[in-house]
């Protein structure tokens, strides 16, 4: 029966792996002499080779027909380097039928698909992207998918590194950032699951053990670096600060920097490497990485929202625990308040929540900040602040006791830090050790050396509100007020004083340069034995708020001018010219027939 | 020690080239550069000045290849970055040792089952004398490190570093230098470790005045122990409008018809 079957399916059979399969069954068995099992073991071969067979072809029948004309569209997308088409079926397409056919389930593997896109190894290679993506996103991806998406990872970055010259694709900006924000979080998926050993099974540990290069530290920088010295992205950011015309610069950055795709990619590695390096609890080095990127949103780089935030979420965070407070707050309000304004035009749900959730995270870092330098800062963002933290907000203020309050916040805020090595899988006498005696997670280590500096800053606030009701005080009288020893006070004092000052980015260029200026409001100094103190009082600022509203006003003005007339429903669509762009070119393509995922209603 | 300044943290003027190479290139990196940044170190340690991201990117190749650890660099590391404080330095470096468990393990070309691993024994040790400084308790701080509970750390390592001692106590310069404007002497003297003769001395060659009748040290005025009150008023820049004035004046059209 299995020798029929065999026939009936063989002209279909790849034939490579028939060949190999065959050949290599007879051998084995016909020199053991276990005759009789031949056959049979043929026909198993065969058969499995059969049945992976049956089972891609069942599999691509399972598909249904939209999902088949979008993946054609897509290829064809891709192949023309039609960046709108290819926008659409990215942004729009794919979530749809996502959302449609494959919320619980993976989308149909690359093989699956293979015919659809006449076997196109690059095309395929970009599918898996989006396939592993989604597996990582929707579904709980096992050991095998974890090493398939870094080999498919390796193999789109060869692609793009080691081809002869730059390679002709074009690919839209929010993907460029998408594979390299993806390509980290993955890393830090694996080290984080990775360093799980408890929960991982003997063929699991034997994988890891043979597989320590896979996702390792060394092979993720490797990439990043490599783009950005592909795409000389540096030198180029380096020549936009001077001021150098497009054609010097074009000069500068050679074949592949002038090219969209290697020169966002080169960028968004700078962004990779310093979320890298914050992972990896190098905080300085993630803001060396950055030393030519200039902060600022007036000359953006790039429009990918998540990049800004991702950027101004890391550099924020590095900042905390370079203990250059008022850096991060500033980090923190320009993102934020940009996120707010922003906030009207993000309608593309999988980026928003995102954003979203990071911005949280941040709100809750800016409280940290705050009330580990307290300053007069921007109304708009404090004021979200005290609606949302206002309760740890007030116990950090409080110091010793705002602990808890503190190390909530940080576990909450701070990025999924990561070890960069794995546990000694290859060492069987080693693993039962490291199980019974697992080292400190990364997150922990990171929050005491945290709260050792929030701990040394404890009397502070006490001090502080005692301060701010005396111009100049005895220090025995205020020992004796803390009921504190008094030299123990002065001691603090001097703690208090250094609290009060700061390095930080006055005009400087780098992110790791600054001055050391005074953060606080109040200050003191000590003369002999009789404090001496000063407040400074900052009144109430209206500029930003007025210049944002007249800004406003007059787009909604320029707006109001610019609508055109009230004219008959039929032309309404035209509100969305890119998508309906894409979808009347889309309709020519296919012949006239409607492309589902392509459509004005598509948001 | 050359005193650190915000300015030149990041790149101090005594980094030579080949280093400044290091640091910033993607060589910092290649573990058979170890050697180079570790000889940097021992040079630090004897000539009293100091490189923080130097040392970083040792630990660094030590984070990313176990089997370079050396201890030693490791504690030396941590006892450069000890008096940079307030500065985060020595939090910085710890942020980096990953929680390999370093006896456990006895990974690295320099374990020996004969000379086990100095720093978990003498880690808990810097973190609290590193506390002690964060916290600006200085006696408490020499009367830790007189103790015997540090004499390891004494005798092995802090008495080869050049100028250690002196060191410890610009750290505490720089925090009364920030607060007081006069200090007794018995309480700067036992914020340095120091009395009679050697602290006169030390006071003078600070360029502060020690009054003989009351034993008052003066400081000089400097910005920090300068303090006034001040009431800060916006003030706007013509710059902040230009956005506001240059599109008002492309789009508005003119309100009262130009009289000729």
């Known amino acids: ?603 | 020690m050359a005193t650190i300044t915000a300015g030149n943290w990041a790149s101090p003027p005594t980094r030579p080239p080949l280093i400044e190479t290091l640091v910033s290139g993607v060589d910092r990196y290649n573990p058979s550069n170890v050697g180079i940044l570790e000889d940097y170190l021992y040079h630090q340690i004897r000539s009293q000045e100091y490189d923080c991201l130097a040392n970083l990117a040792i630990l660094k190749l030590y984070q990313f290849n176990p089997d370079l650890y050396n201890p030693d660099v490791v504690i030396n590391i941590l006892i450069k970055a000890l008096t940079s404080a307030p500065f985060p330095d020595f939090s910085l470096c710890i942020s980096l040792l990953d929680e390999r468990p370093p006896s456990a393990s006895g990974s690295g070309a320099g374990a020996n089952p004969d000379e086990p691993d100095p720093l978990p024994q003498l880690l808990p040790v810097l973190s609290t004398l590193h506390a002690l400084l964060q916290q600006c308790r200085f006696p408490r701080f020499w009367a830790l490190y007189r103790s015997d509970e540090v004499e390891a750390l004494r005798d092995n390592y802090t008495v080869e570093c050049v100028g250690f001692e002196d060191a410890v106590r610009d750290v505490a310069v720089r925090a009364v230098k920030a607060a007081f404007t006069s200090i007794s002497s018995e309480r700067l003297g036992s914020y340095l470790d120091l009395s009679g003769d050697d602290l006169t001395a030390y006071v003078e060659k600070l360029g502060w005045s020690i009054d003989a009748s009351t034993g008052v040290v003066s400081i000089p005025p400097n910005p920090d122990n300068q303090i006034e009150s001040t009431v800060v008023q916006e003030n706007i820049q013509l710059p902040q409008l230009v956005k506001v004035i240059t599109h008002a004046a492309q789009t508005s059209l003119p309100v009262v018809p130009a009289v000729n």
């Open chain 1, 1 to 603: 029966m299995a020798q029929q079957r065999k026939a009936l399916w063989e002209a279909d059979l790849d034939e490579d792996l028939q060949d190999v399969d065959l050949s290599l069954a007879i051998g084995s068995y016909g020199q053991n002499g276990l005759y009789d099992d031949v056959q049979p073991r043929i026909d198993e071969t065969t058969l499995l080779a059969v049945q992976q067979q049956v089972a891609q072809q069942q599999a691509f029948a399972q598909i249904p027909d939209v999902v088949k004309r979008f993946i054609a569209h897509f290829h064809q997308a891709v192949l023309d380097n039609n960046l709108v088409e290819i926008t659409v079926a990215y942004e729009s397409g794919w979530n749809r039928l996502t959302e449609k056919y494959y919320s619980k389930t993976e989308w149909p593997e690359a093989e699956v698909i293979a015919p659809l896109v006449n076997d196109d190894q690059i095309f395929l290679i970009l599918y898996r992207e989006l396939y592993y993506r989604h597996v990582y996103s929707r579904l709980n991806p096992d050991i095998d998918d974890r090493f398939h998406s870094y080999e498919n990872s390796c193999e789109l970055f060869n692609y793009l590194l080691n081809s002869d010259g730059p390679v002709p694709l074009e690919l839209p900006e929010q993907w460029l950032w998408d594979i390299i924000d993806e390509f980290i979080y993955q890393f830090q998926s694996f080290c984080v699951w990775r360093s799980k050993v408890k929960s991982k099974t003997d063929e699991e540990i034997a994988l890891l053990a043979e597989g320590s290069q896979v996702w390792s530290s060394y092979s993720v920088l490797n990439v990043l670096y490599s783009l950005i010295q592909k795409s000389k992205i540096n030198e180029h950011l380096v020549a936009l600060q001077q001021g150098k015309s497009p054609e010097e610069i074009a000069e500068i950055v050679g074949e592949y920097g002038t090219r969209p795709l290697y020169k966002l990619l080169g960028y968004f590695s700078i962004i990779g490497l310093l979320r890298v390096h914050s992972l990896l609890g190098d905080f300085t080095l993630a803001l060396k990485v950055m030393e030519n990127v200039e902060l600022n949103q007036k000359s953006p780089f790039t429009r990918v929202t998540a990049c800004h935030v991702t950027t101004y979420y890391y550099v924020g965070f590095c900042y905390i625990m370079l203990r250059r407070y008022t850096d991060a707050i500033r980090a923190f309000v320009s993102i934020l308040n940009f996120i707010l304004r922003m906030r009207q035009y993000h309608t593309r749900s999988y980026q928003y929540d995102q954003i979203n959730k990071t911005a949280d995270r941040m709100y809750a870092l800016f409280a940290i900040c705050n009330a580990l330098s307290p300053t007069r800062v921007d109304d708009n963002i404090s004021n979200i602040v005290k609606e949302r933290y206002g309760e740890q907000f007030a116990k950090m203020s409080r110091g010793e006791e705002g602990i808890p309050a503190f190390e909530e916040l940080f576990l909450y805020a701070c990025p999924k830090f990561i070890t960069a090595n794995p546990p000694p899988y290859e060492d069987a006498d080693l693993l039962p050790a490291y199980i019974e005696d697992p080292p400190v997670e990364p997150a922990q280590r990171h929050l005491q050396l945290f709260l050792a500096e929030v701990r040394a800053q404890a009397p502070v606030p006490t001090l502080r509100s005692f301060l701010k009701l005396y111009t100049s005080l005895d220090a025995s009288k205020l020992a004796n007020f803390l009921d504190a020893d008094e030299e123990d006070m002065v001691q603090q004092l001097m703690v208090m004083k250094q609290a009060s000052r700061s390095v930080s980015r006055v005009d400087e260029k780098g992110l790791l340069d600054g001055q050391w200026i005074s953060t606080s409001d109040l200050d003191f100094v000590i003369n002999e034995n009789m404090v001496h103190i000063a407040e400074s009082t900052v009144g109430r600022r209206y500029a930003g708020w007025f210049i944002r509203n007249t800004e406003h006003a007059q787009r909604v003005l320029d707006t109001l001018r610019n609508a055109p007339l009230p004219i008959p429903p039929k032309a309404a669509g035209a509100a969305k010219p890119a998508e309906a762009a894409a979808s009347s070119t889309a309709t020519a393509r296919t012949g006239g027939k409607q492309v589902a995922w392509g459509s004005a209603k598509a948001a």
